[in-house]
């Protein structure tokens, strides 16, 4: 990583690392919703492919605004955010407690998107990229609205599990 010596250094290096992030997503959500058993929650993850896609637009949009060539720059967090979640398809025997876990997992991606562009917003604000903020600030709130529907389906799924493990008590 180069060194970042001003803000406007430091706001390209966060564009630069959602970009890798928003990549990496495109290549997980398919494989989270092919792990998935309950109809609802694998409709959540392709819904949520597709808008991942858009925010990979926007990122190349936001860096051609800053009249810059798109890049990245490997985003680590999600690396290993993602991680999490393979290794959840991989150990978790039952379909119910894996769907649970694939909800745990795409919250924290979302959680640390959600800081993500939360920061980006604000850099782009403070640095006077108007166009810019309106543009994060759309994503960022994508982002919360599927942290949100993944709460619902959380709460639902431990519900069930939990009427279940009552009724065979």
Known sequence: MA???TFDE???HELEDLLSAEQQLVEAL?????AASNSSLKTAFKDHLKQTKTHVTRIEKAF???????KAHTCKGMQGLIKEGEDMIKNATDAAVLDAGLIS???????YEISAYGSARAHAQALGHTELVDLLQTTLDEEGAANKLLTQLAEGRMSFAGANEKALA
């Open 30 to 34: 398919p494989k989270m919703a092919e």
């Open 105 to 111: 997992a795409a919250q924290r991606v979302e959680h």
């Open 3 to 5: 060194k970042i010596k």
């Open 64 to 70: 051609k605004k800053l009249g810059k060539e798109p």
């Open 10 to 12: 430091l706001f390209e």
